[in-house]
DNA sequence: TCACACATGTCAATCGTTTATCACATATTT
DNA sequence: AAATATGTGATAAACGATTGACATGTGTGA
């Protein structure tokens, strides 16, 4: 049987009460009887039932964080960066992997107020607003409109596809197609797609826009990579993320497309994995470790002092050009 | 406030008992009854407080889910796929990304027993057999040596590396390299370095073992690949995983050493990760969903019944060669 | 020596749910 | 009519820790 505080007291020859004084630090305590308490402690190899803490009032020290995926490279670094961040700020997290499931993410929503999350960090939603605005717990969402009630960290997309599309056009590119999927509502994708239409308007050039279903498997979007590159017009793709990029350039390899002579591509996102397997890649760097810094200070500060109104609730990230040989034949 | 079941029961115009005898579906219940609470709980959107019944001896279905990190697709995978299938069964799962941080482990083992998860998969571990054994939860292993009370699920790592010799010697490679960390004890790595050393012997050829710092930078590992590579003497690259394997393949490339005509390369994992964007290597690979599943089933099984020994203690999956333009120029 | 900070103890309520024990119905069998 | 099955309620004791109220010391400075 695990040891309890009882069983502490009882080895420290204190009462309950002194014990529970010595963890909790407060009241007058000498330093002889926290030694003792320390010792029972440590001897029992003692740790306090969460569950009876938290039932107390106490907070669980957990988080729920909800993402589509971890197999994406993005949201495996996200994941991680936020995981670290909450761990040094002593929380631990519930991974819910939404897999885009309605009803798994549902399930998981009841199942972290059940278990009393002290707040959520959500970057996937397919419920709709109501079901998050019911839960009435601190929320924060990267990338993806829940409610005005609950604060959004995200790049700037708008920026990022622009500085893309003109990254193109610098680099000699007429064709400028945007090869994503632009049918996710109240997804950054939206952003991204105002950004490249803007930057090639002002550019006085056609929009191209190649849609690409974001479920779909990488065989069926190399497919219709293949058929778009057949076509030899565009000399230049705007992608949403880098994994698509990534088809593109194999695609332009096997169809003996020179990169970039005949074709420049550029990619989104700019995970240290990416930049490390794929490093010709040209890309939209996200800002991963700031984005995770943002979310768990604002989760932070919003469940420490819940009264606390934010400044703001919409917090947008600089992006950066990371320029590599999938757009400029030399590196600068 | 959160409802709690007196307010369904006042709501439902039943006792408290009733209440709880509807949700843990004991006693003799009336059809009626049952309507009229499930509609109260429906209508008060009520959850019941984990916390108050775990604190009674209920599950609190949580796991502990230990890994060095996500990042890594193999691991991304295998967590995903293990996510998915303790959702299933009705479980959630605190994530811990150890990070080979003996502190942080310890840290989380710690939280983990606070918490009071039902049961722990680990597939990482920097710390002492003792403090695993101490914990006194359920736990299964992925692959990592942790005492003989705890069971372990691994691939045939043997048999992966004598594959991948054996593939590299049909393809027509005489001086095969082994790539990898073969100092990290207890780990897979170790088997794999025999399966590679034993065939070696039985084709009468000459080891040749290449160690790469598992823990460094890609950047770094590649550094030491150029130079390995650059002697143009290794023909044929035994590596202990994907990821190792594309740096091999991306040196060659800007050596303008041909694949496989000149050197052949063969990693290790096979995850759908690198299968999809990496296509052209050949790799062994891992039966990741079977892992996953045998890795739930165990330890679902010692959960509901901690009593019943288990059959074995260790359970080796096979694994499979999946011949890729890495060792053979023509796929089949 | 009196007041007060310091140090510890006793006791009991509390968090929200589970569950056992009785009690008391009504219904259905024998 | 007696025995048994079915359905519900009231009550209270757990689960393990927290915390407030109150008591009772010691030492120390004024």
Redesign the pocket.
């Known amino acids: ?9 009882a080895k ?10 010595v ?2 630090n ?9 030694d ?1 308490v320390f010792r029972a402690m440590k001897e029992l190899n ?8 938290s ?4 907070k669980t020290h957990l988080i729920g964080v909800i993402f589509p995926s971890i197999v994406n490279p993005f949201f495996a670094e996200l994941v991680e960066q936020i995981e670290n961040r909450l761990f040094n700020s002593g929380y631990k997290i519930i991974l819910c992997n939404s897999a885009d499931n309605r009803e798994k993410e549902r399930d998981y929503l009841r199942m972290l107020i059940a278990n009393q999350v002290d707040g959520i960090i959500a970057g996937a939603h397919n419920l709709g607003i109501d079901e998050y605005n019911r839960v009435g717990l601190p929320i924060v969402s990267f990338d993806r409109l829940f409610s005005d009630k609950i604060p959004i960290v995200s790049s700037d997309n708008f920026r990022g596809a622009a500085l893309a599309t003109k990254e193109l056009y610098q680099a000699g590119a007429r064709h400028i197609y945007f090869l994503g999927d632009p049918h996710q509502t109240g997804n950054p994708t939206d952003l991204r797609l105002q950004g490249y239409q803007k930057t090639i308007a002002k550019l006085q050039l056609t929009t191209h826009v190649h849609t690409i279903n974001f479920t779909e498997s990488p065989t069926l979007k190399s497919l219709s990579i293949k058929k778009l590159l057949a076509k030899r017009y565009a000399d230049g793709i705007v992608c949403t993320d880098d994994l698509t990029a990534i088809l593109v350039l194999r695609a332009a390899q096997e169809l003996k497309i020179s990169v970039p002579q005949e074709l420049k591509v550029i990619g989104f996102d700019g995970t240290s994995f990416v930049q490390e397997y794929n490093p010709e890649l040209s890309t939209i760097v996200q800002p991963i470790h700031d984005i995770a810094s943002l979310l768990v200070s604002i989760l932070v500060q919003r469940i420490d002092q819940p009264d606390k109104p934010l400044e703001q609730m919409r917090y947008v990230l600089p992006v950066k050009l990371l320029r590599n040989r999938s757009t400029f034949p030399f590196e600068e």
């Open positions: 049987m695990r040891p309890k505080l009882n069983d502490v007291a420290a020859g204190v009462s309950v009460t002194t014990v529970s004084r963890i909790n407060y009241g007058y305590l000498s330093q002889g009887t926290k003792k003692y740790q306090p039932n969460s569950l009876a803490r039932l107390h009032g106490k």
